[in-house]
């Protein structure tokens, strides 16, 4: 797959034939590419900490902890009950690691930066809360009463304002089924901790967060000053950061500026919560909150399959569609259908039972490219809510396997001698990437084309990539042309990933690829003048499931001036 065909992500690099120049010292090289204010953030940041490690400004935070929680918890997202019964043995599963007993509980020795942040996160009392019961709630304050008692006092990494801001709003989410309310010592340790570290959020934001991370603090603190007692102070500066940060990430045809479904749809999430904390306080809505939310929503709605799944499109797993459909359904009547994103950068070709989705965008700036795959002109393809054309997912925990798939190699596009067509830096982000990415849309008759390119190789090869394809009335035919324009001499890969319930073999004389859909639906692709070939591919299911899959691969010469490659996707038996 990345970079070739691999499975096995530790034998995965740059090969020979990668003209890119190399980076020196990407870290200081990349971080001074930043905005200059996400830049002085991250340098207040590491300037405060001695501050925020001081016993003075541990006083400052208040003592405040007499009153009740100001309102019942709006309607909770669903968490995983397998997970809530391993927590009732005392074993702690995330981020693909477990630990039995964990001591201290949010850092034990040896665990990794993903493992620490669920926890310290409280996103395990949705995984509680979906098992039930008193057991249930009773760990769960247990837990609580011990990260308290461990983390009374700032801490860099448990008090890092992402993780403090996710850490408030699952427990606010979550307070009325811990009772919190009817247990009087109980709530008074908690409200004492939650409102230092409400009034920290305030004080420290936006501490080096950016893009959806800033937002999602924001709604957390604005979360704190609508259910927390005396929390007037919050919501004000919650209100005052909202709108001009919303104003500054939701594009104009409703897109996330990070250009992630996964990132829209938590985002979307996060949006949800305070409307609805806003609806239980009787209290008018922040102007810009339902119209976001309509946007958002009908822009994920346009990013899904039939049956509910994501595109698989920068840093964007397999989720549980259950959990999709009920995002849609709380966030309201007003979805609109979509066709295309052309600021955000998306297309979405949907006729009889094919649905085509490709990513026809540029990559977001430095600063907010930390979810940014190398995936630009690629496309999924599903038919009668059965995907079969995709990209190879990505994997919510595992660094290793994300730097995998974030590969041009794990799309389903073209590309230019094992190259990607961006630069993925190891430590996230990525450098050397498309500039201009074009995308031109035509309907006629029911028919739609697409013209896209990018110009992504055009620094290492002097080649720009153009893609056109063709998508008939019916939904039978699907065609593509991809041309690279530039000098030649080197070589180029064209590659169809498959769903793993996707079936496919090739033609003795290699000409076509037959490929069996689940259901029954069969279809035959061709490429003119070139051989087809199967090669292995992984695919990223849900829970961070590595499947194996297949790909269809063809394999040419790049010629002078002009390379031509077209194919064409074919449903057979018949018109059903």
């Given at each position: 797959?990345?970079?070739?065909?691999?499975?096995?992500?530790?034998?995965?690099?740059?090969?020979?034939?990668?003209?890119?120049?190399?980076?020196?010292?990407?870290?200081?090289?990349?971080?001074?590419?930043?905005?200059?204010?996400?830049?002085?953030?991250?340098?207040?940041?590491?300037?405060?900490?001695?501050?925020?490690?001081?016993?003075?400004?541990?006083?400052?935070?208040?003592?405040?902890?007499?009153?009740?929680?100001?309102?019942?918890?709006?309607?909770?997202?669903?968490?995983?009950?397998?997970?809530?019964?391993?927590?009732?043995?005392?074993?702690?599963?995330?981020?693909?690691?477990?630990?039995?007993?964990?001591?201290?509980?949010?850092?034990?020795?040896?665990?990794?930066?993903?493992?620490?942040?669920?926890?310290?996160?409280?996103?395990?009392?949705?995984?509680?809360?979906?098992?039930?019961?008193?057991?249930?709630?009773?760990?769960?304050?247990?837990?609580?009463?011990?990260?308290?008692?461990?983390?009374?006092?700032?801490?860099?990494?448990?008090?890092?304002?992402?993780?403090?801001?996710?850490?408030?709003?699952?427990?606010?989410?979550?307070?009325?089924?811990?009772?919190?309310?009817?247990?009087?010592?109980?709530?008074?340790?908690?409200?004492?901790?939650?409102?230092?570290?409400?009034?920290?959020?305030?004080?420290?934001?936006?501490?080096?967060?950016?893009?959806?991370?800033?937002?999602?603090?924001?709604?957390?603190?604005?979360?704190?000053?609508?259910?927390?007692?005396?929390?007037?102070?919050?919501?004000?500066?919650?209100?005052?950061?909202?709108?001009?940060?919303?104003?500054?990430?939701?594009?104009?045809?409703?897109?996330?500026?990070?250009?992630?479904?996964?990132?829209?749809?938590?985002?979307?999430?996060?949006?949800?919560?305070?409307?609805?904390?806003?609806?239980?306080?009787?209290?008018?809505?922040?102007?810009?909150?339902?119209?976001?939310?309509?946007?958002?929503?009908?822009?994920?709605?346009?990013?899904?399959?039939?049956?509910?799944?994501?595109?698989?499109?920068?840093?964007?797993?397999?989720?549980?569609?259950?959990?999709?459909?009920?995002?849609?359904?709380?966030?309201?009547?007003?979805?609109?259908?979509?066709?295309?994103?052309?600021?955000?950068?998306?297309?979405?070709?949907?006729?009889?039972?094919?649905?085509?989705?490709?990513?026809?965008?540029?990559?977001?700036?430095?600063?907010?490219?930390?979810?940014?795959?190398?995936?630009t002109l690629s496309f999924e393809l599903s038919f009668d809510d059965e995907r079969m054309f995709v990209n190879c997912g990505a994997?919510?925990?595992?660094?290793?396997?994300?730097?995998?798939?974030?590969?041009?190699?794990?799309?389903?596009?073209?590309?230019?001698?094992?190259?990607?067509?961006?630069?993925?830096?190891?430590?996230?982000?990525?450098?050397?990437?498309?500039?201009?990415?074009?995308?031109?849309r035509e309907e006629t008759d029911g028919q739609i084309w697409l013209?896209?390119?990018?110009?992504?190789?055009?620094?290492?090869?002097?080649?720009?990539?153009?893609?056109?394809?063709?998508?008939?009335?019916?939904?039978?035919?699907?065609?593509?042309?991809?041309?690279?324009?530039?000098?030649?001499?080197?070589?180029?890969?064209?590659?169809?990933?498959?769903?793993?319930?996707?079936?496919?073999?090739?033609?003795?004389?290699?000409?076509?690829?037959?490929?069996?859909?689940?259901?029954?639906?069969?279809?035959?692709?061709?490429?003119?003048?070139?051989?087809?070939?199967?090669?292995?591919?992984?695919?990223?299911?849900?829970?961070?499931?590595?499947?194996?899959?297949?790909?269809?691969?063809?394999?040419?010469?790049?010629?002078?001036?002009?390379?031509?490659?077209?194919?064409?996707?074919?449903?057979?038996?018949?018109?059903?």
């Amino acid at each position: 797959m990345a970079e070739g065909s691999g499975i096995d992500p530790k034998k995965t690099g740059q090969r020979r034939g990668n003209q890119r120049p190399k980076l020196v010292a990407p870290r200081l090289q990349t971080f001074f590419s930043l905005p200059g204010n996400l830049i002085w953030q991250r340098c207040k940041r590491r300037l405060m900490q001695p501050v925020y490690e001081s016993s003075l400004y541990h006083m400052t935070l208040g003592k405040r902890s007499a009153g009740d929680l100001q309102l019942p918890s709006p309607e909770p997202w669903p968490g995983d009950a397998q997970a809530g019964l391993l927590l009732l043995s005392d074993e702690f599963r995330f981020a693909g690691e477990v630990v039995r007993a964990p001591k201290p509980l949010g850092n034990p020795m040896g665990m990794s930066e993903g493992w620490r942040e669920i926890v310290n996160s409280f996103a395990w009392l949705n995984d509680l809360r979906a098992v039930g019961g008193p057991s249930a709630r009773s760990l769960g304050k247990a837990l609580i009463m011990r990260w308290l008692d461990e983390n009374e006092r700032y801490d860099a990494f448990a008090w890092r304002a992402d993780i403090l801001a996710a850490r408030i709003r699952n427990i606010l989410l979550n307070h009325s089924y811990l009772e919190v309310n009817s247990d009087a010592l109980f709530r008074s340790q908690l409200l004492l901790s939650l409102s230092r570290q409400a009034e920290h959020l305030s004080r420290a934001l936006p501490d080096g967060l950016a893009g959806a991370a800033h937002v999602k603090a924001i709604i957390s603190l604005m979360l704190a000053g609508l259910i927390l007692p005396r929390g007037e102070k919050w919501l004000m500066k919650g209100q005052a950061l909202l709108g001009p940060t919303l104003a500054a990430q939701i594009l104009a045809d409703g897109g996330h500026v990070e250009r992630s479904p996964q990132v829209m749809l938590e985002l979307l999430q996060h949006l949800i919560d305070l409307r609805d904390t806003f609806a239980l306080a009787g209290t008018k809505l922040p102007d810009g909150l339902s119209m976001a939310i309509n946007n958002l929503g009908s822009v994920l709605l346009m990013l899904s399959h039939g049956d509910a799944m994501l595109a698989g499109f920068n840093d964007t797993p397999e989720l549980d569609p259950l959990h999709v459909v009920q995002l849609f359904q709380r966030a309201g009547d007003k979805l609109r259908p979509l066709n295309q994103l052309p600021l955000t950068g998306f297309q979405r070709l949907d006729r009889g039972k094919t649905v085509v989705i490709m990513d026809c965008g540029a990559p977001p700036r430095h600063g907010l490219d930390a979810h940014a795959h190398a995936g630009t002109l690629s496309f999924e393809l599903s038919f009668d809510d059965e995907r079969m054309f995709v990209n190879c997912g990505a994997h919510p925990w595992s660094k290793e396997w994300g730097q995998v798939q974030r590969t041009t190699a794990a799309h389903s596009t073209l590309v230019v001698d094992n190259t990607n067509s961006a630069m993925l830096l190891p430590h996230g982000g990525m450098a050397l990437r498309p500039q201009v990415v074009t995308c031109r849309r035509e309907e006629t008759d029911g028919q739609i084309w697409l013209d896209t390119s990018h110009d992504g190789y055009e620094e290492g090869f002097g080649l720009v990539h153009r893609r056109k394809l063709y998508l008939s009335l019916d939904g039978h035919d699907f065609m593509g042309e991809e041309h690279l324009v530039g000098p030649g001499g080197n070589a180029y890969a064209l590659r169809f990933h498959l769903h793993p319930q996707v079936s496919v073999s090739v033609t003795q004389n290699g000409q076509a690829a037959l490929i069996k859909m689940p259901k029954g639906s069969g279809w035959r692709l061709r490429v003119d003048g070139a051989e087809l070939a199967l090669a292995e591919s992984v695919h990223i299911g849900q829970n961070g499931q590595v499947r194996r899959s297949q790909q269809i691969v063809v394999i040419g010469t790049i010629e002078r001036d002009q390379t031509e490659i077209r194919w064409l996707l074919q449903r057979e038996g018949g018109k059903k």
